[in-house]
């Protein structure tokens, strides 16, 4: 690997993320993401505050620019150590209710000791059928979803794969190529394919896929505890985390 890798160009990769299916802009005090065609996505439509200096003005500016867009204002952590310690008073004073996030962050750094399951054929999807946005929006999260996927496909370094069991949609995982850093995401397997290791075979075929087209280095994040003996099956190691996952949100 040619670049060590650095926790913190990793936190600014993870907060750039959505930037690939929503607009941004930066302000002062942080980012702020939004997409007015896909208004129910969390992701799609949030701040990010870096800055604590004059966070009641920040407040402020975030809640005038959603509400001027008829978008219910969102902040997400910006991943530093104890920042909850200097945003949770003018948070609450401003009426957004704070959500703490079980995320752990995981990244590639041995060798996967999975099989891949013979029963899953797995390829590149670069366009949504009818079948996929059908399966995303009953099982997956409804049109919002769907609305991010189609817009990240539009950049070439986002490779969505789709894993096919007798030629139905079983599963999908994707990973997005940044400078130096990749993140894997999407990972979901439809409910009545749990439990046949699709999602330990998606994520082993997705590491070995990214070594075609990339040497940079591959993380993720999990919101689910059960799925950390999966990655860690798959290569990934748990990164020591410094900071809170948290989401601020008024209606």
């Known amino acids: 690997m040619s670049i060590p890798f650095n926790i913190r160009r990793m936190k600014e990769t993870e907060l750039h993320y959505p930037e690939r299916f929503a607009s941004m802009?930066?302000?002062?005090?942080?980012?702020?993401?939004?997409?007015?065609?896909?208004?129910?996505?969390?992701e799609s439509n949030h701040a990010v505050i870096s800055d604590f200096i004059?966070?009641?003005?920040?407040?402020?500016?975030?809640?005038?620019?959603?509400?001027?867009?008829?978008?219910?204002?969102?902040?997400?952590?910006?991943l530093q150590s104890n920042e909850l310690d200097k945003v949770s008073v003018p948070l609450e004073k401003h009426g957004f209710k704070v959500e703490i996030k079980d995320h752990e962050y995981f990244l590639?750094?041995?060798?996967?000791?999975?099989?891949?399951?013979?029963?899953?054929?797995?390829?590149?999807?670069?366009?949504?059928?009818?079948?996929?946005?059908?399966t995303i929006a009953l099982e997956y999260g409804g049109d919002w979803t769907i609305?991010?996927?189609?817009?990240h496909l539009l950049h070439p370094s986002y490779h969505l794969l789709g894993g096919y069991h007798h030629g139905e949609l079983a599963a999908l995982a994707s990973v997005s190529v940044f400078a130096g850093y990749s993140r894997i995401s999407d990972l979901f397997t439809r409910e009545k394919f749990r439990g046949r290791g699709y999602a330990g075979s998606m994520v082993?075929?997705?590491?070995?896929?990214?070594?075609?087209?990339?040497?940079?280095?591959?993380?993720?994040?999990?919101?689910?505890p059960g799925t950390s003996r999966v990655f860690e099956k798959t290569g990934f190691s748990r990164l020591p985390q410094d900071f809170v996952s948290w989401v601020a949100a008024k209606e």
């Open 54 to 78: 004059g966070i009641e003005s920040s407040l402020r500016d975030i809640e005038s620019f959603y509400k001027a867009k008829g978008i219910a204002p969102r902040i997400f952590s910006s």
């Open 25 to 42: 802009s930066q302000k002062d005090y942080g980012l702020i993401f939004w997409n007015e065609g896909n208004k129910n996505s969390m």
């Open 108 to 134: 590639h750094d041995h060798e996967s000791s999975v099989k891949p399951a013979d029963d899953l054929q797995i390829h590149r999807i670069k366009q949504l059928d009818i079948d996929i946005m059908e």
């Open 147 to 151: 609305r991010v996927v189609e817009r």
């Open 204 to 224: 082993h075929t997705l590491v070995q896929y990214h070594r075609g087209i990339s040497e940079n280095h591959l993380y993720l994040f999990s919101d689910n």
